[in-house]
């Protein structure tokens, strides 16, 4: 059995608005044994691609090794943007060591929720998944449970959106927070065949043959980074 523990505490400041949620990066980000053009940062896996596609988007020009300039980068970005990270999974077991979602047992969830209220002016969180079994969505819907929480559906469109209230605890001259959660299509590789279904996808293909998943994906996260 693999004990799997996230390697990196939450990267969030005074000023984030948005959110990056996730489940765990790969294991070998928790034993060390990085790859070589992996980062040691959230969404270090060169192989997942999120930073990729924001590089897209952005033109950054981002280095993709081991090197503290590559940390740096990616802090700088997420720090001018104003947009932080918090994975939803604090540890989990595995009885194979490999980064499917499907894979954990015994899992222990982040505060999310004592995230939100530590940080005010956080208004969207954007998971790296949706509501698929072990999926971040699927977490935090587990999470805001107890909390007396519920996502109401403001779109059903890929990708689809929810909001909640979070109620203001503290005083009453502060409102309460409206708080948009956006389901975005997974990073991972595991998600192109998903993707290859998706109607809106294929109507592009067909008109413009060229285009591909990291296309789709790039065009879908510009709207959110």
Request: include cysteine.
């Amino acid at each position: 059995m693999f004990k799997h523990e996230h390697p990196y505490p939450p990267f969030i400041h005074n000023d984030t608005t948005k959110l990056i949620v996730g489940t765990l990066p790969p294991p070998r980000f928790s034993t060390g044994e990085l790859l070589e053009k992996d980062v040691d940062f959230c969404y270090g896996s060169y192989y997942n691609s999120l930073w990729l596609y924001i590089d897209k988007i952005h033109n950054l020009n981002l280095r993709y090794d081991n090197s503290k300039e590559a940390i740096d980068e990616r802090k700088r970005f997420l720090i001018d943007h104003n947009i932080g990270v918090c994975d939803i999974v604090e540890s989990a077991e595995r009885d194979n060591i490999d980064a499917s979602d499907l894979g954990m047992t015994n899992i222990k969830l982040r505060d999310l929720i004592g995230c939100l209220k530590q940080y005010p002016n956080i208004d969207t969180l954007l998971f790296t998944g949706g509501n698929s079994k072990n999926g971040p969505e699927y977490f935090f819907r587990q999470h805001i449970k107890p909390y007396g929480l519920e996502l109401k559906r403001i779109s059903n469109d890929i990708p689809r959106i929810h909001e909640f209230v979070l109620p203001n605890e503290t005083t009453t001259t502060i409102a309460d927070r409206n708080i948009k959660t956006v389901s975005l299509t997974s990073a991972s590789g595991s998600a192109n065949r998903a993707i290859g279904s998706m109607s809106s996808y294929q109507r592009i293909k067909a008109k413009h043959p060229e285009f591909n998943t990291f296309d789709f994906r790039v065009m879908q996260y510009s709207a959110y980074f």
